[in-house]
Protein backbone atom coordinates (compact mmCIF):
# COMPACT_ATOMS: atom_id res chain seq x y z
CA UNK A 1 0.00 0.00 0.00
CA UNK A 2 1.38 3.39 -1.11
CA UNK A 3 2.10 5.70 1.53
CA UNK A 4 3.43 9.62 1.71
CA UNK A 5 4.48 11.32 4.94
CA UNK A 6 5.09 15.15 4.35
CA UNK A 7 7.66 16.60 7.03
CA UNK A 8 9.61 19.52 7.85
CA UNK A 9 9.05 22.86 9.97
CA UNK A 10 5.65 23.56 11.66
CA UNK A 11 6.20 27.27 12.02
CA UNK A 12 8.13 30.17 9.61
CA UNK A 13 9.23 33.13 9.69
CA UNK A 14 7.36 35.94 7.47
CA UNK A 15 10.02 36.46 4.73
CA UNK A 16 11.39 32.75 4.85
CA UNK A 17 11.31 29.84 2.98
CA UNK A 18 8.80 27.09 3.88
CA UNK A 19 10.67 24.03 3.00
CA UNK A 20 9.00 20.62 3.44
CA UNK A 21 9.53 16.87 1.73
CA UNK A 22 7.19 14.19 1.57
CA UNK A 23 8.62 10.44 1.71
CA UNK A 24 7.08 8.58 -0.30
CA UNK A 25 6.96 4.25 0.82
CA UNK A 26 5.21 1.27 -0.73
CA UNK A 27 6.19 2.04 -4.52
CA UNK A 28 8.54 3.80 -6.47
CA UNK A 29 9.07 7.39 -7.16
CA UNK A 30 10.50 6.61 -10.49
CA UNK A 31 7.52 5.31 -12.16
CA UNK A 32 6.64 7.10 -15.86
CA UNK A 33 2.87 7.11 -14.87
CA UNK A 34 2.61 9.43 -12.11
CA UNK A 35 3.00 12.90 -10.97
CA UNK A 36 3.51 13.91 -7.51
CA UNK A 37 2.21 16.84 -6.20
CA UNK A 38 2.09 19.44 -3.38
CA UNK A 39 -1.48 20.69 -1.74
CA UNK A 40 -2.71 23.43 0.41
CA UNK A 41 -5.59 23.70 2.28
CA UNK A 42 -5.52 27.21 5.10
CA UNK A 43 -7.24 25.94 7.78
CA UNK A 44 -11.12 26.06 7.04
CA UNK A 45 -11.04 26.88 3.76
CA UNK A 46 -10.39 24.98 0.31
CA UNK A 47 -7.46 23.27 -1.67
CA UNK A 48 -5.35 24.85 -3.91
CA UNK A 49 -3.00 22.88 -5.74
CA UNK A 50 0.72 24.21 -5.69
CA UNK A 51 2.38 22.22 -8.22
CA UNK A 52 3.81 18.75 -9.54
CA UNK A 53 7.03 17.10 -10.47
CA UNK A 54 7.83 14.49 -12.49
CA UNK A 55 10.54 11.68 -11.89
CA UNK A 56 12.86 12.86 -14.37
CA UNK A 57 12.47 16.85 -12.79
CA UNK A 58 10.10 18.10 -14.69
CA UNK A 59 7.43 20.19 -12.76
CA UNK A 60 4.41 22.66 -13.57
CA UNK A 61 3.36 25.48 -10.79
CA UNK A 62 0.20 26.92 -9.88
CA UNK A 63 0.86 30.01 -11.87
CA UNK A 64 -0.36 31.96 -9.08
CA UNK A 65 2.37 30.94 -7.30
CA UNK A 66 5.33 30.19 -9.75
CA UNK A 67 7.30 33.24 -8.75
CA UNK A 68 7.64 31.94 -5.31
CA UNK A 69 8.16 27.89 -5.66
CA UNK A 70 10.56 24.78 -6.52
CA UNK A 71 10.03 21.72 -6.62
CA UNK A 72 12.45 18.88 -7.10
CA UNK A 73 12.90 15.03 -6.58
CA UNK A 74 15.56 12.56 -4.68
CA UNK A 75 14.76 9.17 -6.59
CA UNK A 76 17.54 7.52 -4.60
CA UNK A 77 15.61 8.48 -1.51
CA UNK A 78 12.52 8.01 -2.88
CA UNK A 79 11.33 11.60 -1.70
CA UNK A 80 10.13 15.07 -3.41
CA UNK A 81 10.64 18.69 -2.17
CA UNK A 82 8.76 21.97 -1.75
CA UNK A 83 10.24 24.97 -1.09
CA UNK A 84 8.21 28.58 -1.20
CA UNK A 85 9.56 31.29 -0.79
CA UNK A 86 8.93 34.95 1.08
CA UNK A 87 6.00 33.87 2.43
CA UNK A 88 3.36 35.74 4.28
CA UNK A 89 1.01 34.94 6.94
CA UNK A 90 -1.14 33.78 3.93
CA UNK A 91 0.41 30.97 3.57
CA UNK A 92 -0.56 29.29 6.45
CA UNK A 93 -1.85 26.06 5.74
CA UNK A 94 -2.18 22.12 6.08
CA UNK A 95 0.40 21.44 3.12
CA UNK A 96 -0.41 17.88 1.91
CA UNK A 97 1.60 16.03 -0.94
CA UNK A 98 -0.26 13.31 -3.47
CA UNK A 99 0.26 11.35 -6.57
CA UNK A 100 -1.50 11.94 -9.41
CA UNK A 101 -2.25 9.54 -11.89
CA UNK A 102 -3.08 10.06 -15.59
CA UNK A 103 -5.10 6.48 -16.02
CA UNK A 104 -7.50 8.31 -13.24
CA UNK A 105 -7.81 11.25 -15.17
CA UNK A 106 -4.62 13.19 -13.18
CA UNK A 107 -6.76 12.80 -9.99
CA UNK A 108 -5.29 12.64 -6.64
CA UNK A 109 -5.63 9.03 -5.66
CA UNK A 110 -3.08 9.18 -2.56
CA UNK A 111 -2.79 11.69 -0.08
CA UNK A 112 -0.47 12.32 3.02
CA UNK A 113 -1.84 12.96 5.80
CA UNK A 114 -1.04 16.28 5.61
CA UNK A 115 1.10 18.97 8.04
CA UNK A 116 0.22 22.42 9.45
CA UNK A 117 2.49 25.09 8.42
CA UNK A 118 2.06 28.23 10.68
CA UNK A 119 3.70 31.64 9.42
CA UNK A 120 4.74 33.81 12.30
CA UNK A 121 7.18 35.89 13.88
CA UNK B 1 -7.44 29.27 -15.43
CA UNK B 2 -10.26 27.76 -15.35
CA UNK B 3 -12.15 28.37 -12.58
CA UNK B 4 -14.50 25.66 -11.15
CA UNK B 5 -17.78 27.17 -9.01
CA UNK B 6 -19.97 24.62 -7.02
CA UNK B 7 -23.60 24.47 -5.41
CA UNK B 8 -25.13 24.75 -3.03
CA UNK B 9 -22.43 25.72 -1.11
CA UNK B 10 -23.93 23.44 2.19
CA UNK B 11 -26.96 21.06 1.37
CA UNK B 12 -28.80 20.31 4.63
CA UNK B 13 -30.58 16.76 4.10
CA UNK B 14 -31.50 13.85 6.39
CA UNK B 15 -30.03 10.42 6.01
CA UNK B 16 -31.97 8.45 3.16
CA UNK B 17 -32.16 11.36 1.14
CA UNK B 18 -30.51 12.58 -2.30
CA UNK B 19 -28.03 14.84 -2.70
CA UNK B 20 -27.16 16.36 -5.77
CA UNK B 21 -24.08 18.77 -5.89
CA UNK B 22 -22.91 20.77 -8.54
CA UNK B 23 -20.17 21.97 -10.14
CA UNK B 24 -19.85 24.41 -12.85
CA UNK B 25 -16.45 25.31 -14.99
CA UNK B 26 -15.35 28.76 -16.31
CA UNK B 27 -14.50 27.28 -19.53
CA UNK B 28 -14.96 23.36 -21.31
CA UNK B 29 -13.27 20.96 -19.35
CA UNK B 30 -12.56 17.30 -20.65
CA UNK B 31 -14.84 15.08 -18.95
CA UNK B 32 -11.65 12.83 -18.90
CA UNK B 33 -9.98 15.45 -16.11
CA UNK B 34 -12.71 16.23 -13.90
CA UNK B 35 -12.74 14.45 -10.38
CA UNK B 36 -14.31 15.11 -7.09
CA UNK B 37 -13.13 14.42 -3.41
CA UNK B 38 -14.93 13.57 -0.26
CA UNK B 39 -13.05 15.18 2.74
CA UNK B 40 -14.02 14.94 6.64
CA UNK B 41 -12.64 17.03 9.41
CA UNK B 42 -8.98 16.32 10.02
CA UNK B 43 -8.39 14.12 7.16
CA UNK B 44 -6.62 14.38 3.75
CA UNK B 45 -9.50 14.49 1.01
CA UNK B 46 -9.75 11.38 -0.57
CA UNK B 47 -10.57 10.57 -4.49
CA UNK B 48 -14.11 9.67 -5.01
CA UNK B 49 -14.87 10.24 -8.78
CA UNK B 50 -12.55 10.59 -11.84
CA UNK B 51 -12.87 10.94 -14.95
CA UNK B 52 -16.45 12.27 -14.56
CA UNK B 53 -18.37 9.26 -13.84
CA UNK B 54 -15.62 6.82 -12.39
CA UNK B 55 -15.74 5.16 -8.94
CA UNK B 56 -12.20 5.56 -7.60
CA UNK B 57 -11.13 2.00 -5.47
CA UNK B 58 -13.65 1.07 -2.77
CA UNK B 59 -15.96 3.69 -3.58
CA UNK B 60 -19.69 2.44 -2.81
CA UNK B 61 -22.78 3.15 -6.02
CA UNK B 62 -24.68 5.13 -4.60
CA UNK B 63 -22.19 7.67 -5.82
CA UNK B 64 -22.47 8.18 -9.37
CA UNK B 65 -20.83 11.30 -11.63
CA UNK B 66 -22.09 12.94 -14.99
CA UNK B 67 -21.89 15.75 -16.75
CA UNK B 68 -19.93 17.50 -19.67
CA UNK B 69 -18.44 20.80 -21.10
CA UNK B 70 -18.90 23.28 -18.19
CA UNK B 71 -21.80 21.56 -16.05
CA UNK B 72 -20.59 18.28 -13.79
CA UNK B 73 -23.21 16.68 -11.24
CA UNK B 74 -22.12 14.63 -8.27
CA UNK B 75 -25.39 12.63 -7.08
CA UNK B 76 -25.49 10.83 -3.69
CA UNK B 77 -28.73 8.38 -4.57
CA UNK B 78 -28.89 8.04 -0.84
CA UNK B 79 -27.22 9.59 2.07
CA UNK B 80 -25.84 7.61 4.70
CA UNK B 81 -24.42 8.78 7.56
CA UNK B 82 -20.79 8.22 7.06
CA UNK B 83 -21.44 10.77 3.74
CA UNK B 84 -22.13 13.93 5.80
CA UNK B 85 -18.72 15.88 4.85
CA UNK B 86 -17.25 18.59 2.11
CA UNK B 87 -17.09 17.66 -1.40
CA UNK B 88 -14.90 19.39 -3.90
CA UNK B 89 -14.49 18.89 -7.40
CA UNK B 90 -11.24 19.38 -9.51
CA UNK B 91 -10.17 20.30 -12.87
CA UNK B 92 -6.91 19.22 -14.53
CA UNK B 93 -5.64 21.04 -18.11
CA UNK B 94 -2.92 21.99 -20.11
CA UNK B 95 -0.48 21.19 -16.41
CA UNK B 96 -2.79 23.07 -14.48
CA UNK B 97 -5.18 22.18 -11.60
CA UNK B 98 -7.60 23.53 -9.98
CA UNK B 99 -10.38 23.51 -6.94
CA UNK B 100 -14.16 24.05 -6.27
CA UNK B 101 -14.89 25.76 -3.14
CA UNK B 102 -16.83 23.13 -1.88
CA UNK B 103 -20.02 21.77 -1.12
CA UNK B 104 -20.44 20.80 2.76
CA UNK B 105 -23.26 18.11 2.93
CA UNK B 106 -24.43 18.52 6.76
CA UNK B 107 -27.26 16.56 8.64
CA UNK B 108 -30.48 18.28 8.54
Known amino acids: QLQLQESGPGLVKPSETLSLTCSVSGGSISSSSYYWGWLRQPPGKGLEWIGS???????YYNPSLKSRVTMSVDTSKNQFSLNLRAVTAADTAFYYCGRQYGGSGMGIEYWGQGTLVTVSS | EIVLTQSPGTLSLSPGERATLSCRASQSVSSVYLAWYQQKPGQAPRLFIY???NRATGIPDRFSGSGSGTDFTLTISRLEPEDFAVYYC?????????FGQGTQVEIK
Open chain 1, 53 to 59: IFYSGST
Open chain 2, 51 to 53: GTS
Open chain 2, 90 to 98: QQYRSFDVT
